[in-house]
Nanobody, 123 residues
Framework: QVQVVESGGGLVQAGGSLRLSCAAS????????MRWYRQAPGKQRELVAS???????NYADFVKGRFTISRDNAKNTVYLQMNDLKPEDTAVYYC?????????????????WGQGTQVTVSS
């Protein structure tokens, strides 16, 4: 059983900053990719940023230069530092972890999602 829990969302004015955290816990053998997605009302969920276990990073064009993703492998935690926030960044932000679990002497990879954390940016 693996749990993924986000925290750090809230209400902020345009130009402000927030830092999201996402911690995975449970029967974890290792974690490969960790990703942040977001979903605004009436829109599809979109990828914001991703980071591999070796810290290779990718960002969506709409956050480049403003958001920074990082991870602490010892804590099974990924972070998203969001600066210069804009009203269009308002969304529920979800963490996604690609977790390897040990079952029957082998490792299997599963994708786990957190419950989401609301980020609201006022103009």
């Amino acid at each position: 059983q693996v749990q993924v829990v986000e925290s750090g969302g809230g209400l902020v004015q345009a130009g402000g900053s927030l830092r999201l955290s996402c911690a995975a816990s449970g029967s974890i053998f290792s974690i490969n990719d960790m990703r942040w997605y977001r979903q605004a009302p009436g829109k599809q969920r979109e990828l914001v940023a991703s980071i591999t276990s070796s810290s290779r990073i990718n960002y969506a064009d709409f956050v480049k230069g403003r958001f920074t993703i990082s991870r602490d492998n010892a804590k099974n935690t990924v972070y998203l530092q969001m600066n210069d926030l804009k009203p269009e960044d308002t969304a529920v932000y979800y963490c996604n972890a690609h977790v390897q679990v040990l079952e029957y002497g082998r490792t299997f990879q599963y994708s786990y999602w957190g419950q989401g954390t609301q980020v609201t940016v006022s103009s």
